[in-house]
């Protein structure tokens, strides 16, 4: 069945710093792995995408990079800033659309 | 607003009582996806619709939960008998019909059972 596994589940990270998060997923049928990230009582927004097409994509000061071969990807944020923190979920999902998301990551940016 | 809509906000009922969600995609949308969240865990994938069709149904999801996308456009979630586990954020989400599409997620229904 579905199941992708994240990691770590908090990160601490200080301002400017880069924070990483992973994630595994086993369903070989997974052909797109979006990351969404969600503020404290609001809905998970999408910050960035990959599909299984492509090893890596990079958006600004995120980026996101795919091993299809180990079923692994991970999300890159660099230069973090205060409004970096939240939670982040990666999730894994087949051509009908369907996500399976990992548990989170709670990413918290210090000045 | 053209964003996906969900009603009511916040519903807080006893045991055992029924309750219903309602979610309205956005309108060009033909896929609609239903999943629950709760505090501290990812969204779990409950139903998705393809226009009005309910293509697949979680095995973990239990008898008392049904949900219907009559013509195609909103969608509802029921929830019977009410019990103490069912205590949760139900999302909506909706996203165009081609492989892999962004899925857009309303604000949610938060359910709190007594």
């Known amino acids: 069945g579905e199941n992708v596994e994240q990691h770590p589940s908090t990160l601490s990270v200080q301002e400017g710093d880069s924070a990483v998060i992973k994630c595994t997923y086993s369903?070989?049928?997974?052909?797109?792995f979006p990351w969404y990230k969600q503020e404290l009582g609001k809905r998970p927004q999408l910050i960035i995408d990959?599909?299984?097409?492509?090893g890596e994509k990079k958006d600004q000061r995120i980026a996101v990079t795919l091993n299809k071969t180990a079923k692994h990807f991970s999300l890159h944020i660099t230069e973090t800033q205060p409004e970096d923190s939240a939670v982040y979920f990666c999730a894994a999902g087949d051509s009908w659309g369907k996500l399976q998301f990992g548990a989170g990551t709670q990413v918290v940016v210090t000045p | 607003d053209t964003g996906v809509s969900q009603n009511p906000r916040h519903k807080i009922t006893k045991r055992g009582q029924n309750v219903t969600f309602r979610c309205d995609p956005i309108?060009?949308?033909?896929?609609l996806y239903w999943y629950r969240q709760t505090l501290g865990q990812g969204p779990e994938f409950l139903t998705y619709f393809q226009n009005e069709a309910q293509l697949e149904k979680s095995r973990l999801l239990s008898d008392r939960f049904s949900a219907e996308r009559p013509k195609g456009s909103f969608s509802t979630l029921e929830i019977q008998r009410t019990e103490q586990g069912d205590s949760a954020m139900y999302l909506c989400a909706s996203s165009p019909d081609r492989v892999g599409g962004e899925l857009f997620f309303g604000e949610g229904s938060r359910l709190t059972v007594l």
């Open positions: 309108s060009e949308h033909n896929r």
């Open positions: 369903d070989s049928a997974s052909n797109y």
């Open positions: 990959i599909r299984s097409n492509v």
